[in-house]
Each structure stands twice: as C-alpha cells, then as structure tokens.
C-alpha cells in the first residue's frame, strides 16, 4: 500500500492549487484521510480530515479557503487550496487510515504520502 501526492507548486498570494493524493496496493477500504503540512523550522500540523462518510474539520488557520474532499471510488483524497498567503508556505502530506489485505487476513495501518512542496510568493 501507498499513497501518492501530486500537485503542488509555486503560487502567488491570492492564487490556488489543487492537491491530490492517490492510495494503491490491495486495499480493502479507507477510513479517515487527511492533510497536514510542515513549515521550515516548524512542527507538522493538521490541515484538514475528511471521514469515509464525508465528515470534515479544519485547522482554523484555513477554515473558510481550503476545501477537502474524497472520492472513495478512485482511493483518492484531494484538497483545494483558495486564497493562498505566503504562511501557507509548507511541505503538504497527505495520510489515511488504510485497511488492506494481507493473504486471508485484513489489516489496518496508517499511511503517509511523500510530500509535496507548496510555496506561496510573489
């Protein structure tokens, strides 16, 4: 199992970026999957999380211009980033709850994705 990111880049202040992160291997289902960044210097924070069934929350930093989303049929976790400012500034990662199989059995573990850059200047 893992999770691909993609889409990052280099925005001016006020521009948007649309985030993807794809999950692969024998999955089984996934649970909750979320997003989370780390400035230069800084500690790994929660963007935002999305449940299987749609539930959201935000970090209040970006409540109001980052939107996320799932679509369960493509594995695929995505998040859409408006009204960027230059603290947005980070290394994007994508994570989920992944139940996969293993022979006959079912496991379940937690995954990270491998970063992405997002840099917001003008």
């Known amino acids: 199992v893992q999770l691909q990111a993609s889409g990052g880049g280099l925005v001016q202040p006020g521009g948007s970026l649309r985030l993807s992160c794809a999950a692969s291997?024998?999955?089984?289902?996934?649970?909750?999957m979320g997003w989370y960044r780390q400035a230069p210097g800084k500690q790994r924070e929660l963007v935002a999380i999305?449940?299987?069934?749609?539930?959201?929350n935000y970090a209040d930093s970006v409540k109001g211009r980052f939107t996320i989303s799932r679509d369960n049929a493509k594995n695929t976790v995505y998040l859409q980033m408006n009204s960027l400012k230059p603290e947005d500034t980070a290394v994007y990662y994508c994570?989920?709850?992944?139940?996969?199989?293993?022979?006959?059995?079912?496991?379940?573990?937690?995954?990270w994705g491998q970063g992405t850059q997002v840099t917001v200047s003008s």
């Open positions: 291997g024998s999955i089984f289902s996934i649970n909750a």
């Open positions: 999305i449940t299987r069934g749609g539930s959201t």
């Open positions: 994570n989920a709850d992944i139940t996969y199989y293993s022979g006959s059995y079912v496991y379940t573990n937690n995954y």
